[in-house]
């Protein structure tokens, strides 16, 4: 699960290139860290394709710190 | 050969503000500068028509060029915003407005940001198998007629504006006219519902069109230099549709462009449909220094479409 942490902290510093994340952002919601509707999309399509998962409209909602997100693409990972 | 010999545009004065809608949408000024990239987005007036916004840049290209109606043989409108009802067909009314020839095919097509691609392969095709040796192609999707100002996602993007092409026959006189070619189209239409018009009301699911265009257009572009020989360094301008200053950034990193090879100017306009190319190509294809420039329009469909202008 680090491994899957450290990609998904990447993936989001390189989105969003003027954040400066730290331990303590990780379980606040993405909005509140400076994350835009726009960012998220880029993350989300970043995500897919880096982790090869898709991420159905449906469950996005559930995606919304960084811990959440962590937590997901590691269950996708898990199921394949 | 068909090529380019003008183009000219119309957009309305008004231009309505987002940096007003802040607090109504909960956004500040930089996502809307910045992120999406249109401080205010052109709007139509109540009573004019998609017919009518032709007709301006119809006379905007008269002042430009030596283009005369007896002359032209096609007369095209690109819309999926038309006049009234569609019937009669917004190509034939901007025919009667401007008392063009009887004998002046006319025509619409409907498609929206692919649709200027589209539009010039249709019409150089066109001209050509018909031995025509002057037409116009029209855009003009006026999309105020069909957006809810309370719609967060299009209400901040969309602008009104129209534009007119005169296509002729490559002369001996025009050695520096933009010739197109090398035309790559695509569709996909099971994913169509991502931007739709019902009930005279346009939805657009935001992460769904980012995604499409984000994948699609890298791929096409990669395409269209492979079956032309050529490479991104052969390229002088790549021009994409301007669907928002996002989608042209994100287009601009997936694909390691230098900033100074992708224009925009949608910041005083939002996203014109499919008048935002030749919007942007009347401010760039007067300079003598281009060669050979992209263009790739992308969008409602879902449709994308791409190819070369070259001198």
Redesign the interface.
């Known amino acids: 699960m680090a491994d899957i942490r450290n990609e998904v902290i990447d993936i989001i510093n390189k989105v969003c290139d003027t954040l400066q994340l730290e331990p303590e952002h990780y379980s606040m919601p993405l909005r509140d860290v400076g994350v835009?509707?726009?960012d998220l999309?880029?993350i989300?399509?970043e995500l897919e394709e880096h982790f090869n998962i898709g991420i159905p409209?449906d469950d996005?909602e559930k995606l919304a710190t960084i811990d959440r997100i962590v937590e997901y693409v590691t269950v996708q990972k898990g199921r394949e | 050969m068909i090529v380019l010999q003008g183009i000219a545009s119309y957009v309305p004065e008004n231009c309505q503000s987002n940096l007003e809608k802040q607090e109504l949408f909960g956004v500040d000024e930089n996502?809307l500068i910045n992120?999406?990239g249109v401080e205010c987005r052109a709007l139509k007036a109540k009573d004019e028509e998609t017919s009518d916004m032709c007709v301006k840049a119809y006379r905007a290209l008269e002042k430009k060029t030596r283009a005369s109606l007896e002359d032209i043989e096609c007369l095209i409108v690109c819309t999926q915003n038309p006049d009234g009802g569609g019937i009669p067909h917004t190509s034939a009314v901007v025919h009667g407005k401007l008392d063009a020839p009887q004998s002046c095919a006319s025509f619409d097509i409907s498609l929206g940001c692919s649709g200027y691609v589209y539009g010039l392969s249709i019409a150089a095709s066109f001209m050509l198998a018909n031995g025509m040796k002057k037409g116009l192609l029209f855009t003009a999707d006026p999309y105020s007629k069909i957006i809810d100002p309370a719609d967060k996602n299009t209400v901040l993007l969309f602008g009104d504006a129209a534009s007119v092409t005169l296509l002729g026959e490559a002369t001996e006189e025009s050695p520096m006219a933009w010739k197109p070619k090398g035309f790559r189209f695509a569709s996909r239409g099971k994913d169509g519902q991502a931007l739709h018009n019902t009930n005279g009301e346009l939805f657009m699911?935001?992460?769904?069109i980012?995604?499409f265009a984000?994948?699609v257009v890298p791929a096409q572009v990669e395409e269209l230099l492979v079956s032309q020989g050529l490479t991104q360094a052969d390229i002088d301008l790549f021009v994409f549709h301007q669907g928002s200053k996002?989608i042209i950034d994100?287009l601009r990193k997936r694909m390691h462009l230098p900033p100074e090879k992708v224009p925009s100017n949608l910041l005083r306009l939002g996203n014109t449909v499919s008048s935002s190319l030749p919007i942007l190509l009347e401010e760039i294809l007067e300079k003598r220094e281009l060669r050979r420039i992209l263009l790739s329009g992308f969008g409602v469909g879902l449709s994308w479409a791409s190819c070369l202008l070259e001198r």
């Open positions: 835009d509707s726009l999309s880029s989300l399509l409209e996005v | 996502f992120k999406v699911n935001g992460r769904a980012f995604n984000a994948t996002y994100t």
